[in-house]
């Protein structure tokens, strides 16, 4: 016997186990089929019953609706008839609509009939004369259509309690049978009775009996009424047809006197099971066929075949292709394991370029981010400057001109540009990691629920939005204005991403990252942080597109449609508050963008002032004023004289020392961060600080590299003015800061 044959006969034996118990295991999967098909069944009925429910609702909404209708309290029985005319035309779903006159007698209809019929004997009639505020029930064929309807009645009151008139709405009970039909994959038939056993809607063409017949004495309408819940039965119809009945349970449908029935050919049903039974055998047959043929060519190859594989291996790796692989499956012995060994240099080798690739990819990232940085801080440094000029003179102009509208609305314009001018100016500062930040130890959780009705506008009602929120979120610290400003630049990327609509999900948790846990540029940041996560199920990006998707003006959407600076602001914004910041996404399935900020062991107090708090009118405290820039440093000195405080300019850090080592009596240092001379505005306060212990000290920046938390050394927080501002900000800084203890 061949060596071939011995192998074959081993797999034919080593495979009858396993075939045997995927035979079995596809009848079960025969079994449970047939199963989930009667809970489907039942399911379906349900579904109806549910549906049905939803339209009653709807219906008595439209009756409390109608009942308010000034075309109705009427006694003009055939411009009534016209307005429920005009209404049910709106409402394809009722054979009409009619008002019943409290003795019973028909007033006026939808249908303009003008017949006389005295409605006393029907059931809903009889509910509704003793009803207040509920619409009343019954299943019937309709006396004016002759078609079956459940009709929905609602009694008129006024506020005395007497009764005016009752609203009545014939809704197509066959109509809606036959849609629920036609949106059955699976052939369900649909058969509807009243509570004494006559059916309403029965499938046409089939073995049961016609609308209008009755089934009080049949099995299946005993199986309908039964009390004990039972959840199928099999039924056999009058031509010999064993059909399979669910149905449905729900006591509102029950109560108005309807019995909902959903049935299925229980040949169809098992034809089904047993079909997917053969499928799944052929499969399995095929398949193995396939794996004998699979052992037969293996069992041929030669040494010969595996000497050529590894000589083809060990040319491609001299040429330089470090992903060259000898494909598996390995032989056994010294030659498999000659094959795993090459395999294992070749990627050790490719990992090693990679690493090198990936350096210098950071490398040069790093290298372009800071020169877009220093040239971007430097840039927005001078315009803050001057948009800080700009706004205070338009303002000053615009209280000026209020006599000359059309000067003052030009003011108002400059100012309008100015702060326009500002925002465009943190933008660049927050991708530069620029931006001056003035964070706070806050729960985000509760942020971001303050957060949720402006985001589920900006979202729209095309866009489902979902808050998951974990219990006992940390602190985290962290600017709440540039967070908010974040979280809505993410917002507006994922609504952008899904046009046609679909969901989004925002998520905040508590999370700690290792070392195996890399941000955007592949950088671990190990420790406790906070989670915010923004999701979409929208077109999702390309490896190549999410590779680039930070980089500042890199965007794919239209031009003038965005600028390429959302997703590098946040990133910048997150790396500033010594976070970090993570994405996923794939085409078609979305996009998740993971923003990551530091834990706080426990909450400080903020000390920033009230957004609603009022400017002072006057002060007359002596303030001293450190500003390298010659307008912006007039332009204050100007404001505060007339603002009635008495001024000391300075141009820098030592010449500000030299005045506070004085006698002089300054009430407060009013300083800019960046300045020339080799000492910041916060280096000034501290040794301000120290000289005089009860000086009161308040900064202003257009731009600084690190969050101003600053402390001077008093152990007091000092406060922080952001460039540009306007006079009635500086007014109310400089009382609020005048004013702490």
Same mark, same amino acid.
């Given at each position: ?88 035309? &709106? ?300 706004? !205070? ?18 003011? &108002? ?87 046609? !609509? ?75 508050? !010594? ?135 008093? !152990? ?26």
């Amino acid at each position: 016997m061949s060596l071939r044959t011995r192998l074959l006969i081993l797999v034919i034996a080593a495979m009858l186990v396993p075939a045997i118990l995927i035979g079995l295991r596809f009848v079960q999967n025969r079994t449970s089929e047939i199963d989930a098909a009667l809970a489907n069944l039942s399911a379906t009925a349900n579904d109806i019953s549910s549906d049905l429910d939803e339209k009653i609702q709807g219906t008595a909404q439209l009756h409390y609706g109608l009942a308010r209708a000034r075309d109705l309290d009427t006694r003009d029985k055939a411009a009534c008839s016209a307005f429920l005319s005009a209404v049910r035309e &709106e409402y394809p779903q009722f054979t009409g609509i009619l008002t019943i006159n409290p003795d019973g007698s028909l007033f006026c209809d939808s249908l303009r009939t003008n017949r006389t019929l005295d409605l006393r004997d029907r059931e809903y009639f009889k509910q509704a004369l003793v009803a207040h505020g509920i619409v009343t029930l019954e299943p019937v064929f309709g006396r004016l259509t002759g078609t079956s309807v459940l009709q929905i009645a609602y009694p008129v009151r006024p506020e005395s309690g007497e009764l005016k008139f009752i609203l009545l709405a014939s809704f197509n009970l066959k109509k809606f049978a036959e849609y629920h039909e036609k949106r059955s994959v699976n052939g369900n038939e649909i058969l509807l009775a009243d509570r004494k056993g006559m059916v309403l809607v029965a499938p046409q063409g089939k073995g049961w009996a016609e609308p209008g017949a009755s089934i009080a004495n049949s099995e299946l309408f005993r199986f309908a009424t039964s009390p004990n819940r039972e959840p199928f039965r099999e039924v056999t119809d009058r031509d010999g047809r064993t059909q399979v009945w669910a149905v449905a349970r729900s006591p509102s449908v029950r109560d108005a006197g309807l019995y909902i029935l959903v049935g299925r050919s229980k040949d169809g049903l098992v034809a089904a099971a047993n079909r997917r039974l053969y499928e799944d055998l052929a499969i399995l047959a095929v398949a193995s066929l396939l794996l004998l043929a699979g052992v037969w060519l293996l069992a041929t190859m030669s040494v010969g075949r595996q000497v050529g594989r590894l000589a083809a291996m060990a040319t491609k790796l001299g040429l330089g292709d470090l992903s060259a692989r000898i494909a598996p499956p390995h032989p056994r012995g010294e030659l498999g394991g000659l094959m795993t060994l090459l395999n294992g240099t070749a990627e050790s080798l490719e990992r090693q370029r990679a690493a090198i690739d990936e350096l210098n990819q950071k490398l040069t990232q790093s290298q372009k981010m800071e020169a877009m940085g220093q040239l971007t801080g430097g840039v927005a440094h001078d315009f803050n400057n001057l948009l800080t000029v700009i706004l !205070g003179n338009a303002e000053h102009l615009a209280e000026k001109l209020v006599a000359h509208k059309e000067l003052h609305h030009i003011a &108002e314009s400059i100012a309008t540009a100015a702060e326009r001018g500002s925002d465009l100016t943190r933008s660049l500062l927050a991708f530069a990691r620029k931006q001056p930040l003035m964070p706070r130890d806050i729960d985000i959780g509760r942020k971001i629920v303050g957060m949720e009705p402006l985001l589920r506008r900006t979202l729209g009602e095309h866009i489902e939005c979902e808050f998951r929120l974990d219990q006992n979120l940390w602190q985290a610290s962290v600017d709440p204005g540039q967070l908010a400003s974040a979280l809505l630049n993410l917002v507006l990327n994922a609504r952008d991403a899904m046009p046609s !609509g679909g969901t989004l999900t925002v998520e905040v948790k508590n999370t700690s990252l290792g070392e195996s846990d890399v941000d955007v540029n592949g950088q671990a940041r190990p420790g406790d942080y906070v989670m915010v996560a923004v999701t979409d199920t929208g077109t999702g990006m390309t490896a190549e597109v999410a590779s680039r998707a930070f980089e500042p003006f890199f965007t794919t959407k239209e031009v003038g449609k965005g600028t390429g600076l959302g997703l590098s602001m946040v990133y910048g914004f997150a790396q500033q508050s !010594g976070g970090s910041m993570q994405i996923h996404s794939e085409p078609g399935h979305g996009t998740a963008v993971k923003l990551f900020f530091p834990r706080v062991a426990a909450s400080q107090a903020s000390a920033a002032p009230s957004a609603g708090q009022q400017a002072a009118p006057a002060g007359s405290e002596t303030i001293l004023v450190v500003e390298d820039d010659d307008m912006v440093r007039g332009y204050v000195e100007n404001e505060l004289k007339a603002l009635g405080y008495r001024v000391i300019v300075t141009r820098n850090a030592p010449a500000a020392l030299a005045i506070l080592r004085g006698p002089e009596n300054i009430h407060l240092l009013f300083t800019d961060v960046v300045m020339p001379g080799g000492m910041f505005g916060t280096e000034l306060a501290g040794e301000a600080a120290r000289l005089r212990p009860h000086l009161k000290i308040l900064l202003t920046s257009g731009h600084t590299e690190h969050p101003v938390d600053a402390i001077d050394g008093g !152990g007091r927080e000092v406060r922080i003015l952001n460039k540009p501002y306007r006079r009635h900000d500086l007014a109310s800084m400089l009382r609020s800061v005048l004013k702490a203890g």
